[in-house]
T-cell receptor, first 117, second 109 residues
Framework: GAVVSQHPSWVICKSGTSVKIECRSL??????MFWYRQFPKQSLMLMAT?????????EQGVEKDKFLINHASLTLSTLTVTSAHPEDSSFYIC?????????????FGPGTRLTVT | GQNIDQPTEMTATEGAIVQINCTYQ??????LFWYQQHAGEAPTFLSY??LDGLEEKGRFSSFLSRSKGYRYLLLKELQMKDSASYLC??????????WGAGTKLIIKP
């Protein structure tokens, strides 16, 4: 149980275009999902916390108008990278907490590798 | 600010034992997680400690002693596939996960 999927697993886009990444909890409900970014050989960096039915909470330094987050249901959160630039190329990972468990464990999706050319 | 410290990199020999320490300065403590992350992949859960003691799962153990300041992940009978980054994360008083930068473990034959 506690499986999180991400789509797409990898994407290549041209500079200036937008890319949407989906994060789904497949067998549990998640009121809270998290979006991370990880550059090569660097640590996880939390970008934002996504709450179902409300606005996302962004970490300091993350542009909310560039990284649009929508948590439309208890099983789906989306991250849209708008007007992508080559410096946005990174590994984007989502995670989710299981509503039914009294645990702070985060279940991670497999990640999406974004390359902006 | 909140901070998690762990070694940047460690090297060990196949079949040996390695201990990865984690220290933290956070606003409160509601448990400590260890995750494993292979290169190019997402992190996977290893263990969670909230009470003092030892959590064992096969070759991996995690130990917590808040009073004595011990928090570590112990890997026994190391295998080449254990080469990965090991992430320590602490649940703070707001129930948010504060992540360490990870310890890259290199296993040599």
């Amino acid at each position: 149980g506690a499986v999180v999927s991400q789509h797409p697993s990898w994407v290549i886009c041209k500079s200036g275009t937008s890319v949407k990444i989906e994060c789904r909890s497949l067998d549990f409900q998640a009121t809270t999902m998290f979006w991370y970014r990880q550059f090569p050989k660097q640590s996880l960096m939390l970008m934002a916390t996504s709450n179902e039915g409300s606005k996302a909470t962004y970490e300091q330094g993350v542009e909310k108008d560039k990284f649009l987050i929508n948590h439309a249901s208890l099983t789906l959160s989306t991250l849209t990278v708008t007007s992508a630039h080559p410096e946005d190329s990174s590994f984007y990972i989502c995670s989710a907490r299981d509503l039914s468990r009294s645990s702070y464990e985060q279940y991670f999706g497999p990640g999406t590798r974004l390359t902006v050319t | 600010g909140q901070n998690i410290d762990q070694p940047t990199e460690m090297t060990a020999t196949e079949g040996a034992i390695v201990q990865i320490n984690c220290t933290y300065q956070t606003s409160g403590f509601n448990g400590l997680f260890w995750y494993q992350q292979h290169a190019g992949e997402a992190p996977t859960f290893l263990s969670y400690n909230v009470l003092d003691g030892l959590e064992e799962k096969g070759r991996f153990s995690s130990f917590l002693s808040r009073s004595k300041g011990y928090r570590y992940l112990l890997l026994k009978e190391l295998q080449m596939k254990d080469s990965a980054s090991y992430l320590c994360a602490v649940v703070d008083s707001n129930y948010q996960l504060i992540w360490g930068a990870g310890t890259k473990l290199i296993i040599k034959p």
